[in-house]
Structures are given as C-alpha cells and as structure tokens.
C-alpha cells in the first residue's frame, strides 16, 4: 500500500543552523500524490505547513521548503536557519491528486530547537 | 470563523467501558475526517463523511467503533467496549470539497 517514511523520530539543531528532515514515499496506488508537511506546535493542533501538488516544484511557507522529488520519491523539509520558535512536530503526508484527498501520514519528526 | 471543535479533551476508561468523541467541524465545510493517533504515531484514517454519508469506513474496527454524522453537520465517534490498544488521540478534521483539512486539537484517550 502507499507510506510514508520519517526516519528521524527527533531532531536536536541550535538556533540559527540549518535543517533537513528527511520524507520519503511509496505510492504504488496513486499516480502523482499531493504532497504535504503538517506542524503541530506545543499546546495546538496540527496545521498544514505547506503542499505541492506538481512535481518537480518547491513550496515553501514559515521559511521552510521542501520540493518534490518524484524520481527519488522524496519530500525532504528544509530551513536554513531556525528559530526557537520552530521547535513541534513536523508530519509528512500524501493525499491522492484526485478524488478523496485522503491524508497518509509519515511517523513524525519531534524538532527541537536548541537557544 | 471557529476552528473545528471537540470534546472531550481527554477521557480515561477502564477496558470494556464505551466512550463517545464529538466533533463540530468548521461552519460550510461538507467533508469531515476522524484520525486515530496512537503515541508516536502519525495520524490514521478511520473514517470520512461527505454531508451525512459515509464515504470510506474500511479502516474502523466495526466491531465496537461506530460513527455517524446525521445532519451533514456535527460528528459522533463511539467506541462501544474500550480495549487498551484504543489508547490514542482522536483527531477530527474538516474541509470544503477536495481541499485543505483542518484539523481540531484532539481527544486524548486512556484505557487502563
């Protein structure tokens, strides 16, 4: 069936370094997926962060970025400097490019962000 | 405009008890999602509605989860004899036809 895979369940990064959290899908059933990254800071509930739905392109939203990478199956999320505040959980997910728009979710990623 | 609301936020049963999860989703929105989300887990699908029908319930234990959404408007999710592997967070999440979900903060469910 189609995944998800975080690989890091937590990640530790000082303020004002960069960050990489790995995302990486199958999608046997679904052709071309919606891509998405999901935050949930301490205290809310989750949110979408940002989506690409074409391949080949980069969304971006916060100062994060992450391109879809269909050759490599990849969603990577990217900051090249963050802030305290950054510090949540940070979800991947896919969706079906039409139809349902069900969300499939990666594990999670725990961010924290060192002063 | 509201967010998605639920209730309870947390709930702590002994195993064999029923619980029901209510959901109100964002005013307009026909698409409404229950998730299960165990601890350290991303969310899963468990059922969704378009208006009052179900649209995909393949992944709800049936046996003792049921959910309905009568008007097209709020949402019930009940579990008729909890057991401890139910222990999770209960997402609701709504959304317009084929767009963006938004999610509501969760019920957080023990089972002892």
């Known amino acids: 069936g189609d995944s998800v895979t975080q690989t890091e369940g937590q990640v530790t990064v000082s303020e004002s370094k960069s960050l990489i959290i790995n995302c990486t899908y199958s999608?046997?059933?679904?052709?071309?997926?919606?891509l998405f990254w999901y935050v949930r800071y301490p205290g809310e509930g989750l949110q979408l962060l940002l989506k690409?739905?074409?391949?080949?392109q980069k969304g971006s939203s916060r100062g994060f970025e992450a391109t879809y990478n269909k050759e490599a199956t990849s969603f990577h999320l990217q900051k090249a400097s963050v802030q305290e505040s950054d510090s949540a959980v940070y979800y991947c997910?896919?969706?079906?490019?039409?139809?349902?728009?069900?969300?499939?979710f990666g594990s999670g990623t725990q961010l924290t962000v060192m002063p | 405009e509201a967010g998605v609301t639920q209730s309870p936020r947390y709930a702590v049963l002994q195993e064999g008890q029923a619980v029901s999860f209510w959901c109100d989703p964002i005013?307009?929105?026909?698409?409404l999602y229950w998730y299960q989300q165990p601890r350290d887990q991303g969310p899963q699908l468990l059922v969704y509605?378009?208006?009052?029908?179900?649209?995909?319930n393949s992944q709800l234990p049936s046996d003792r989860f049921s959910a309905v959404r009568p008007k097209g408007t709020n949402s019930t999710l009940k579990i008729q004899s909890a057991k401890q592997g139910d222990t999770a967070t209960y997402l609701c999440?709504?959304?317009?036809?084929?767009?963006?979900?938004?999610f509501g903060p969760g019920t957080r469910l023990t089972v002892l």
């Open positions: 999440a709504s959304s317009g036809h084929y767009a963006e979900q938004f």
């Open positions: 999608a046997t059933s679904i052709g071309y997926p919606n």
């Open positions: 690409v739905i074409t391949a080949g």
């Open positions: 997910a896919l969706s079906e490019s039409s139809g349902s728009w069900q969300l499939i």
């Open positions: 005013s307009g929105h026909d698409t």
């Open positions: 509605f378009r208006d009052e029908a179900v649209i995909d």
